[in-house]
């Protein structure tokens, strides 16, 4: 019958005596003010109500209200123990202010480097408790322990994981864009989107951290999960296994056959170039080619797919003694995520002085054998020629040969 009242007022019981008490984010048009979010952003917050309380994480600031009246109706009267704070990033530490002057006895529990950014974040000073590598916290015929997740993706990262009954807050590792849709957990949820969003996600947060990653992974690995409850996207109580082999293969960055092409036009003779390149990776039988505006589409879907697919290609002009801006964005933001393994291929236009070409050839020595060239690199002149074009086809062709070599 409780359980019945609770879910009334959006509390949803995620196991024994755990509570979701999430938020859900259906206004933010980006995360972290750079990530589109066509299907919203979860905030997940859990209660362990055991002999002590505790507190996993709370939720962006703007979503407190129904947050705070939910801990109250869950907590009813009884005295907040603990809160734990996993990851200190504004989206799951947002509520703690208002938290310490609601609850002024709460002891926070976190990393070492947690203890010195909830200084500088919220000035709290005293009532921490700091825990390590394999420590637990006693709760009362319930153990919670800790496991250590540095930069995944902040430096004081961690995850905690219930003993007992083998739950992991795994806070934003196996974490995905998108509000709950009705379906709080894995088994209730469209997985086609979740699984989409989940992977847009990972490499957009934590791609770059990907050997760290690999590292919290194997902790993750030994392990007894019964059930994965992150701080973002649905909680896995049928399938924990399949969001710790996701979050695996794309830490490994496994790639899989397919090319994204790219390019950045302004009056369609790089895109025509383009066009080319993805025809004949097409007639090689190379499915799925991937074709990306830079201009308009949003980078994160962009990089997503660079980093499923084995092959990429970019086209792109020269603009004013530059590469065309959101190309070099591009290139920037795929440096900053050392991706390695993959196969590139490379056509710039110019009219007068080129540059486009040189910049993306840098980025490609840059990585050191991380990004493996795909010959010919072409250099187009004003308007693709027919020599252009057969240059374009052929690079089509010797992708598709690489990429399946
Ligand atoms: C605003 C603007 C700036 C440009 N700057 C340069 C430049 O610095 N050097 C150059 O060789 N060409 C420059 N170009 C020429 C283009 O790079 C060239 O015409 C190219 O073929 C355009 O490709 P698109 O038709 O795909 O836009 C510029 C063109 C425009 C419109
Ligand atoms: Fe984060
Ligand atoms: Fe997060």
Redesign the pocket.
């Known amino acids: 019958m409780a359980r019945a009242i609770y879910e009334t007022r959006g509390i949803v019981q995620a196991a024994d005596s755990v509570f979701w008490i999430g938020a859900c984010d259906r206004e933010a048009d980006k995360f972290e003010g750079l990530w589109d979010l066509p299907h919203g952003m979860a905030y997940n917050s859990y209660l362990i109500k055991a002999e002590k309380t505790v507190l996993i994480d709370t939720v962006k600031s703007a979503y407190m209200d129904d947050f705070f009246l939910r801990l109250n109706q869950i907590l009813g009267g009884l005295p907040l123990d603990y809160a734990v704070i996993n990851h200190v990033e504004p989206d799951h530490s947002g509520a703690l202010e208002l938290l310490r002057r609601l609850y002024p006895d709460v002891k926070l529990v976190g990393s070492a480097k947690t203890a010195d950014m909830l200084k500088n974040f919220y000035g709290v000073d005293g009532g921490f408790v700091t825990v390590k590598e394999g420590e637990s916290l006693d709760l009362g015929g319930r153990r919670l322990s800790f496991v250590m997740a540095p930069m995944v993706h902040w430096p004081e990262s961690m995850a905690s994981y219930d003993e007992t009954n083998g739950i992991l807050f795994s806070n934003d590792i196996f974490g995905g864009f998108g509000a709950t849709e009705g379906g709080i957990f894995d088994d209730e949820a469209d997985l086609s989107t979740v699984e989409t969003e989940m992977m847009r996600y990972y490499v957009s947060i934590v791609g770059r951290f990907s050997k760290q990653a690999v590292k919290v992974l194997e902790k993750v690995r030994k392990l007894d999960v019964s059930m994965i409850c992150p701080s973002h996207g649905p909680i896995w109580r049928r399938s924990p296994e399949r969001a710790i082999g996701l979050y695996e293969k794309w830490s490994r960055q496994e790639t899989e056959e397919g090319v994204v092409v790219v390019y950045g036009?302004?009056?369609?003779?790089?895109?025509s170039a383009s066009d080319a390149i993805a025809r004949s990776l097409s007639l090689e039988g190379i499915s799925p080619v991937r074709v990306y505006d830079a201009a308009r589409s949003n980078m994160s879907f962009i990089t997503t797919d660079i980093w499923k697919y084995r092959g990429l290609v970019l086209s792109c002009?020269?603009?004013?003694?530059e590469a065309f801006p959101p190309i070099a964005a591009l290139l920037r933001m795929l440096e900053n995520k050392n991706m390695t393994g993959r196969f590139i291929g490379l056509c710039g236009?110019?009219?007068?002085?080129?540059?486009a070409l040189k910049e993306m050839k840098a980025f490609v020595e840059k990585s050191e054998g991380g990004w493996k060239l795909v010959d010919p690199t072409i250099e187009?002149k004003?308007?693709p020629s027919r020599d252009d074009i057969e240059a374009c086809e052929q690079l089509g062709k010797n992708m598709a040969k690489a990429i399946r070599g």
Request: proline fraction near 5%; hydrophobic fraction near 25%; glycine fraction near 4%.
């Open positions: 036009s302004m009056y369609g003779n790089t895109k002009c020269t603009y004013n003694m236009t110019y009219s007068w002085a080129p540059a187009i004003s308007r």
